[in-house]
């Protein structure tokens, strides 16, 4: 089956504009996350929906980060004002949240936000 | 101190050998182990995942975890250039769902 897709996969913006970053979780995950790798380093939590709410976003740097899952799916993350240490790559995974021990996190390829 | 601490590299060695990766970690409430391998420009993917400590294998990968020492280990047997990625350490605390990684090491694996 098909695996969790991001759009788009490359993006290059200027600096205090607005983005988008959008995630397709795979079917039937209930569980989506996002992170954020930027270059040498691992990926970094940013915030963890359960359906349509987001049950921890403890990871989100400031008040310029944003993210939704309107309808328990597909899922948005949306920087305001962009700065050039906003520069990485923006990783979305999803689980099937099954509620026994730890589930296992599935990755999608990841979105390149270059902010110039 | 960071919570994990895995160096970096970057990590060469020939074809057929055999590979050991570490990481170390600080917070006592990690209570799920994880490894995760990440190829150039792909997201990371699931390759071991332990709770307990002691050393369990699938094929040619070996996850150790010592959780009085803190340590945990990922042994690869006879290596393949297929194996060249980035690995990555990964925690999870019971009952939280958030993933902690170590910075990755870079292995490159030369025929």
């Known amino acids: 089956g098909a695996g969790v897709s991001q759009t788009p996969s490359n993006k290059v913006t200027e600096k205090g504009k607005y983005v988008e970053l959008r995630c397709d979780p795979i079917s039937g995950h209930t569980a989506l996350y996002w992170y954020r790798q930027s270059l040498g380093q691992g990926p970094e939590f940013l915030i963890y929906f359960q359906g349509t709410g987001a049950a921890d976003d403890s990871g989100l740097p400031n008040d310029r980060f944003f993210a939704v899952r309107p309808e328990g799916s597909v899922s948005t993350l949306k920087i305001q004002r962009t700065e050039r240490g906003d520069s990485a790559v923006y990783l979305c995974?999803?689980?099937?949240?099954?509620?026994?021990?730890?589930?296992?996190?599935?990755f999608g390829p990841g979105t390149r936000l270059t902010v110039l | 101190q960071k919570e994990v601490e895995q160096d970096p590299g970057p990590l060469s060695v020939p074809e057929g050998a055999i590979v050991s990766l570490n990481c170390t970690y600080s917070?006592?409430?990690?209570?799920?182990f994880m490894w995760y391998r990440q190829y150039s420009r792909k997201g990371p993917e699931l390759l071991m995942y332990?709770?307990?400590?002691g050393n369990k294998e699938d094929g040619r990968f070996t996850a150790q975890v010592d959780k009085s020492s803190k340590y945990i280990s990922l042994f690869i047997r006879d290596s393949q250039p297929s194996d060249s990625a980035t690995y990555l350490c990964?925690?999870?605390?019971?009952?939280?769902?958030?993933?902690?990684f170590g910075q990755g090491t870079r292995l490159t694996i030369n025929p």
């Open positions: 990964a925690f999870l605390i019971q009952g939280a769902q958030k993933l902690v």
């Open positions: 995974a999803s689980s099937l949240n099954s509620g026994s021990g730890a589930d296992t996190q599935y």
């Open positions: 917070n006592s409430a990690f209570q799920y």
């Open positions: 332990t709770y307990s400590s």
